[in-house]
């Protein structure tokens, strides 16, 4: 599901009031940009270089509570920031990210090595 306010999710042909309200907004006066021809969104990053490397996943408690450490500091293009958001979509939890490792709520490890091996990257389990 879209946010409110975000319209781009789709060509304006799939509106049935695309048509209704450009003529309105044409018959006040306010100009109305055409619908574009492509079904992409325009502002989709283009993607980087391939990571290489391998992920380190440790298993640690912290206050007693379980979580789970990945070290990115072995893999080339690594962007942590990116990853520890996207896996705590993946894996339902909570978590943080640094510079050079991603903290994660919870025994996770089986989430992010499968994850790891989506995006052709290596694990490595170390320690608990």
Known sequence: MSKRGDFSSGPASDN???????SALQSK???VPPPS???SAPNEPEP???PKGTLELRFERRNGKPTTVVFTDLVDHADPVAW????????????SADATSILLQGDVRTKVEDWAKSKGLKTKRIGG
Not at 16 to 22: D, E, G, M, T, W
């Open 16 to 22: 049935p009031f695309a048509a209704a309200l450009a």
């Open 29 to 31: 006066g306010i100009e």
């Open 37 to 39: 021809a492509s079904g």
């Open 48 to 50: 980087g270089p391939t």
């Open 84 to 95: 520890a958001s996207e896996l705590k979509k993946r894996c339902s939890v909570g978590g």
